[in-house]
């Protein structure tokens, strides 16, 4: 099982960034995906989630009007488009495939809002 994250890096405030998630190794169709990040000396926050079928999304009320998530199941990707982007929006973003058995984690990609 395999969750690669993409598409970090800095941008300044209220720039755009789009992170990728290619997931391989499982029945993607059967897991919902979610985005989840975490700063120095916080705990890790959900950000958003889909649904397996991508018909439902839901937002952390830090981001919501901001970011976008979606996937896409004949690539067995998950994106999360984040529009403009705040200094606290820095972070590690990880990306999340969750069953009602298994919970699978990606390493990582760092996001850096700063001027």
């Known amino acids: 099982v395999q969750l690669v994250e993409s598409g970090g890096g800095l941008v300044q405030p209220g720039g755009s960034l789009r992170l990728s998630c290619e997931a391989s190794g499982f029945t993607f169709s059967r897991y919902f995906m979610s985005w989840y990040r975490q700063s120095p000396g916080k705990e890790r926050e959900l950000v958003a989630f889909?649904?397996?079928?991508?018909?439902?999304?839901n937002y952390s009320d830090s981001v919501k009007g901001r970011f976008i998530i979606s996937r896409d199941g004949a690539a067995n990707m998950v994106y999360l488009q984040m529009n403009s982007l705040k200094p606290e929006d820095t972070a590690v973003y990880y990306c999340s495939a969750q069953s009602s058995e298994y919970n699978y984690w990606g390493q990582g990609t760092q996001v850096t809002v700063s001027s």
């Open positions: 889909i649904t397996r079928g991508g018909g439902i999304t």
